[in-house]
């Protein structure tokens, strides 16, 4: 802490203490002396220069005699690298989950231009459209106004497929929110209609209406949802076109649970594949970089779930997660 001996012998222990843990301390005392048990936890002190220092105390009771609790005694460790180290992981990961995102979102770039252009396109159009009632020797003002009209609607559907692409790029910490998880699903498979149309696949939603609301991330948990859309659609590239069956359905798993299951009619899995499948960097694709389903996983288990695959039958892969209801996003 900074202090020599003869500077803190005698001297109370809030002095190293922050103002603003007081009361931790006693409380901290009070529990030793009726449980007259040994205490374990993480907090913080205050070095002689300022520096608030992060530590691990283990607090030991001291007895008399009879066996009272007397007093305590206390072991501080310096675990400021320790936390330093927690942090700059924790931020590799958020940032390494960003990439996973714009990834999976690189590989919808057509796909994306297109949902851009159609309303970019029906702009250009109606406005032409509007210019020419408004040109004509006795303007058609009705024919202008729903030309406009026309206009303002593809301008909002342009916007929502900016606003939902920017809004699974840009970085930014987890958020809790109480959110529909049918809400989610819709909300990408809307971002992949254009790449389900491109690649000619028949996709169907069978969301169950009585789940409870879940407690998370929604960008990490659309996330989640679509990287699995798009690995269904790459596991059908090379099947007959008119077999290409992806399904999304949303089921009540018990009193306060929700179960998600993503399947498809591809090639399958190996059982090598089933066993490698969330190691990081483990990959069948050709070009593919081996972290979308590491990472998804590593999202399903910080809201408290679980996510798993299995051979679809007849033909195919099943990919399922499980979320609690009320679960709490993990550190």
Not at 110 to 128: D, F, K, M, R, Y
Request: with cysteine.
């Amino acid at each position: 802490m900074g202090y020599e001996a003869h500077e803190m012998i005698g001297q109370p222990i809030t002095r190293i203490i922050p103002s603003d843990l007081h009361e931790e301390q006693a409380e901290t005392l009070t529990r030793l002396q009726q449980s007259g048990e040994f205490l374990r936890y993480q907090t913080v002190r205050v070095a002689k220069d300022g520096r608030r220092v992060d530590v691990e105390l283990t607090v030991s009771p001291l007895f008399d005699k009879s066996g009272k609790v007397v007093g305590a005694s206390k072991i501080a460790r310096d675990i400021t690298a320790a936390k330093r180290a927690e942090a700059e992981l924790r931020e590799t990961r958020t940032e390494l989950m960003r990439v996973a995102r714009v990834t999976a979102l690189g590989e919808l770039t057509a796909a994306i231009a297109h949902e851009v252009n159609q309303p970019l396109t029906g702009l250009v159009s109606s406005g032409n459209a509007c210019l020419y009632w408004l040109a004509a020797e006795t303007p058609n003002l009705e024919a202008a106004r729903r030309s406009i009209e026309r206009m303002i609607k593809d301008a909002d559907r342009a916007g929502e497929v900016i606003g939902r692409i920017r809004a699974m790029v840009k970085k930014a910490p987890p958020q809790r929110e109480p959110l529909s998880i049918n809400d989610t699903i819709m909300e990408v498979m809307a971002l992949t209609l254009a790449e389900v149309r491109r690649n000619h696949v028949l996709a169907r939603a069978e969301l169950s209406n009585d789940l409870p609301p879940i407690l998370g991330d929604r960008v990490q948990l659309q996330q989640v949802v679509l990287n699995l859309v798009m690995n269904a659609i790459e596991a059908m590239s090379g099947s007959d076109k008119a077999h290409r069956k992806l399904s999304i359905s949303s089921v009540r798993d018990g009193p306060d649970r929700v179960l998600v299951a993503v399947s498809d009619s591809g090639t399958g899995l190996d059982e090598t594949s089933l066993n490698r499948l969330f190691d990081a960097f483990y990959t069948t694709k050709v070009d593919g970089m081996g972290v979308g389903l590491a990472v998804s996983q590593k999202i399903i288990q910080a809201h408290g779930g679980q996510l798993w695959a299995a051979p679809n039958v007849p033909q195919g892969a099943v990919f399922y997660f499980r979320l609690p209801a009320r679960g709490e996003l993990a550190s």
